[in-house]
């Protein structure tokens, strides 16, 4: 009977360096580069995952547990890893000395369904098109919108043409959050816990401080005695009962109009804070992702004016 392997083999967002590493760090040892031979590296709905491929390599780290806590590692890979997408192996790695570690690494289930996109060998946050350019696009759409369209009432002409492009604009926005703590809470979350569990970061308060986002109050469509307001501890909640209210009944008010208007602000300028402290990113590219030139908040005061509630 041969023993269990104690090391993990991690390709995607729990590497070294990535979103999600900061789960596992605290029952790590220590992280070697290595690489696994027979596998390719897919992407499907934004997650990676490998697959047996004839020939096939994937480059990724070797998460090594301290003596205590080989069992407390192991967990937290799976619980963030899930059953529904990954299945559980058993491997043997070359690790970057040169010597080959047995090792438990999650390969994807029913990998040819769904869409897969085949990657090179190695997997990046960096490179995922809703943080590359995504964003991107998001902040010029919207700061063209801030410095050509008024806030107008729903019973005005030209009120649909208006605000269904910004209601849109959200709408993609929130699935750029929704990456997000996809990949640093692991998929098997349903949106509403993986939110809870980003707004008691220390670091997502702080962001939320630092981009001191445009005020708002919103209340559930589906009860209005419950109320979320941003900034606040609750901001995250706040902008995604936004998201909620849109896609489920839609709206057509004013009010409607600047809500999304300063939810669009607040949650594009703090994702992009976030990610550029947590993006694995040169220093360049860090300082380039966050600078003043790509925040939306002093277009909007500039638009609009800070008296506008």
């Given at each position: 009977?041969?023993?269990?392997?104690?090391?993990?083999?991690?390709?995607?967002?729990?590497?070294?360096?990535?979103?999600?590493?900061?789960?596992?760090?605290?029952?790590?040892?220590?992280?070697?580069?290595a690489?696994?031979?027979?596998?390719?590296?897919?992407?499907?709905?934004?997650?990676?995952?490998?697959?047996?491929?004839?020939?096939?390599?994937?480059?990724?780290?070797?998460?090594?547990?301290?003596?205590?806590?080989?069992?407390?590692?192991?967990?937290?890979?799976?619980?963030?890893?899930?059953?529904?997408?990954?299945?559980?192996?058993?491997?043997?790695?070359?690790?970057?000395?040169?010597?080959?570690?047995?090792?438990?690494?999650?390969?994807?289930?029913?990998?040819?369904?769904?869409?897969?996109?085949?990657?090179?060998q190695?997997?990046?946050?960096?490179?995922?098109?809703?943080?590359?350019?995504?964003?991107?696009?998001?902040?010029?759409?919207?700061?063209?919108?801030?410095?050509?369209?008024?806030?107008?009432?729903?019973?005005?002409?030209?009120f649909?043409?208006?605000?269904?492009?910004?209601?849109?604009?959200y709408?993609?926005?929130c699935?750029?959050?929704?990456?997000?703590?996809?990949?640093?809470?692991?998929?098997?979350?349903?949106?509403?816990?993986?939110?809870?569990?980003?707004?008691?970061?220390?670091?997502?308060?702080?962001?939320?401080a630092?981009?001191?986002?445009?005020?708002?109050?919103?209340?559930?469509?589906?009860?209005?005695?419950?109320?979320?307001?941003?900034?606040?501890?609750?901001?995250?909640?706040?902008?995604?009962?936004?998201?909620?209210?849109?896609?489920?009944?839609?709206?057509?008010?004013?009010?409607?109009?600047?809500?999304?208007?300063?939810?669009?602000?607040?949650?594009?300028?703090?994702?992009?804070?976030?990610?550029a402290?947590?993006?694995?990113?040169?220093?360049?590219?860090?300082?380039?992702?966050?600078?003043?030139?790509?925040?939306?908040?002093?277009?909007?005061?500039?638009?609009?004016?800070?008296?506008?509630?």
């Open positions: 009977m041969f023993d269990a392997p104690r090391a993990i083999f991690v390709y995607g967002s729990l590497c070294r360096s990535e979103l999600a590493h900061r789960q596992v760090e605290p029952c790590i040892s220590g992280v070697e580069r690489e696994l031979a027979g596998y390719g590296l897919y992407v499907r709905d934004g997650l990676p995952f490998i697959t047996e491929v004839p020939g096939g390599s994937v480059r990724g780290d070797l998460l090594m547990p301290t003596a205590e806590r080989a069992d407390a590692l192991r967990r937290r890979v799976q619980e963030y890893e899930g059953n529904d997408l990954y299945i559980e192996r058993r491997v043997r790695a070359k690790a970057e000395t040169g010597g080959e570690v047995d090792a438990w690494v999650y390969i994807g289930r029913s990998p040819r369904r769904g869409n897969p996109q085949l990657q090179e190695r997997w990046s946050s960096a490179d995922d098109p809703l943080f590359n350019g995504g964003l991107d696009g998001i902040f010029g759409f919207a700061k063209r919108h801030f410095e050509t369209v008024r806030p107008m009432p729903a019973d005005m002409e030209g649909w043409e208006a605000f269904l492009p910004i209601q849109g604009l709408l993609t926005l699935t750029v959050l929704e990456r997000y703590t996809a990949l640093v809470f692991g998929p098997r979350l349903e949106p509403g816990k993986r939110l809870s569990r980003l707004q008691a970061e220390s670091a997502t308060m702080a962001a939320v630092e981009v001191n986002p445009p005020s708002i109050e919103v209340r559930d469509s589906r009860d209005p005695r419950e109320r979320e307001c941003a900034p606040g501890r609750s901001s995250f909640d706040a902008w995604y009962q936004v998201r909620s209210n849109l896609s489920h009944r839609g709206k057509a008010a004013f009010t409607d109009f600047v809500l999304v208007e300063r939810s669009i602000v607040g949650l594009h300028d703090t994702l992009r804070h976030l990610l402290s947590q993006l694995p990113l040169t220093h360049t590219a860090r300082r380039s992702f966050a600078g003043d030139d790509r925040m939306l908040r002093p277009i909007y005061w500039q638009s609009r004016g800070p008296e506008r509630v």
